[in-house]
């Protein structure tokens, strides 16, 4: 079964606090997209990072980090130094067939608050 | 500026009727999506297209239907028969494997 879990519901963290959003997944293919996305107060989904699953490097990009672990299933996000326009919720996701980018699984998403 | 629109942005529907959700894209993306976000949960795929006048069923397609006679547009009827049909309703669009975009959403409510 393909599935992505975010044990976090919720977390709250005062502003320039470091804060790790935890995602999980399982597949059985071994060609697979894995993304995160931040959906704003507004509603829509904001694309943040894609990575495919031969590609086991960190990224960086500003401050936010992605650690992708092939043998534990995991792909989390962090956020050095938060801010308050950093609060959203925050979704992983899994795309299983290699050419179909937005048939997407979801995880149930984290709610990030960060209070000034 | 290229895009995603979904309208309404608010939508209302009384028991029994059918409502259609709209959703244009001028991005010129082959692929387009439904998902359907309920509170507490993540997107759950209704329907999805790959191209002009073929759409396959996603994980909850039943209650929903979807056309696709243009490339630009994939609106999303949501019918009587969908039982419980107040949700957060995304239309995303992509090329192939990379990432897909989203619209800002329709909020639909049952009265």
């Known amino acids: 079964a393909q599935k992505v879990t975010q044990a976090q519901t919720e977390i709250s963290v005062v502003e320039k606090e470091d804060v790790t959003l935890d995602c999980v997944y399982e597949t059985r293919d071994t060609t697979y997209y894995l993304f995160w996305y931040k959906q704003p107060p507004s509603g829509e989904l904001v694309f943040l990072i894609r990575r495919n699953s031969f590609d086991e490097q960190n990224e960086i990009s500003g401050r936010y980090s992605w650690n992708f672990q092939k043998s534990t299933s995991s792909f989390n996000f962090t956020i050095t130094a938060s801010q308050v326009v950093d609060s959203a919720v925050y979704f992983c996701?899994?795309?299983?067939?290699?050419?179909?980018?937005?048939?997407?699984?979801f995880g149930q998403g984290t709610e990030l608050s960060v209070k000034p | 500026d290229g895009g995603i629109t979904q309208s309404p942005k608010y939508l209302f529907r009384k028991e029994g009727q059918n409502v259609t959700l709209s959703c244009e894209q001028n991005?010129?993306?082959?692929?387009m999506y439904w998902y359907r976000q309920d509170p507490g949960q993540g997107l759950r795929l209704i329907y999805y297209?790959?191209?002009?006048?073929?759409?396959q069923k996603g994980d909850i397609a039943e209650g929903y239907s979807v056309s696709r006679e243009k490339k630009e547009s994939f609106p999303l009827t949501v019918t009587s028969a969908q039982k419980n049909p107040t949700a957060f309703y995304l239309c995303?669009?992509?090329?192939?494997?990379?990432?897909?975009?989203f619209g800002q959403g329709t909020r639909l409510t049952v009265v």
């Open positions: 991005l010129n993306h082959d692929a």
């Open positions: 297209s790959q191209i002009v006048n073929d759409f």
């Open positions: 996701a899994l795309s299983e067939i290699y050419n179909q980018g937005g048939k997407l699984i």
């Open positions: 995303a669009s992509s090329i192939e494997s990379t990432e897909a975009f």
